[in-house]
């Protein structure tokens, strides 16, 4: 029976740190469709946040390449007065990146929704 209590009180835990990510996340960043996002990214600093194999692979044309695994270190490579479009293969990493800059002072900062497994516009490979 304690040890239900235990697993109960950790699910709790679990459930109410998501909740908290969740609109932390809602506060930094502007979820875009495709459509919204190609609007606007000519006139922003367009981020790539997936390794380099993938961004070689295929990314999006006009996008920088700014690792998430190396994005502590190289965040200031990014402007803080213009605004950030950025994205990922699916939006996990980007999201991380989002709350990151957020907490460094940035304030305009967009994600494409659903990330770039979604992405049905021009891209560019090696």
Do not use: C
């Not at 609109?23 to 996002?37: C, D, G, N, P, Y």
């Not at 390449?65 to 007065?81: A, G, T």
């Amino acid at each position: 029976m304690e040890n239900l209590y235990i697993l109960g009180a950790i699910v709790l835990i679990m459930i109410v740190y998501l909740v908290v990510t969740m609109l932390r996340l809602k506060k930094a960043v502007t979820h875009l469709t495709q459509e919204q996002f190609i609007e606007g990214y000519r006139k922003a600093q367009l981020i790539d946040v997936r390794e380099v194999k993938e961004f070689e692979a295929g990314h999006i044309l006009g996008a920088r390449n700014i690792p998430y695994s190396q994005f502590r270190q190289r965040f200031k490579e990014i402007r803080p007065d213009k605004p950030v479009y950025l994205y990922d293969q699916n939006t996990g990493k980007s999201s991380r990146a989002a709350l990151f800059l957020k907490k460094k002072g940035y304030d305009q900062l967009f994600q494409l929704q659903g990330g770039f497994r979604q992405w049905t516009g021009r891209v560019k490979s090696k």
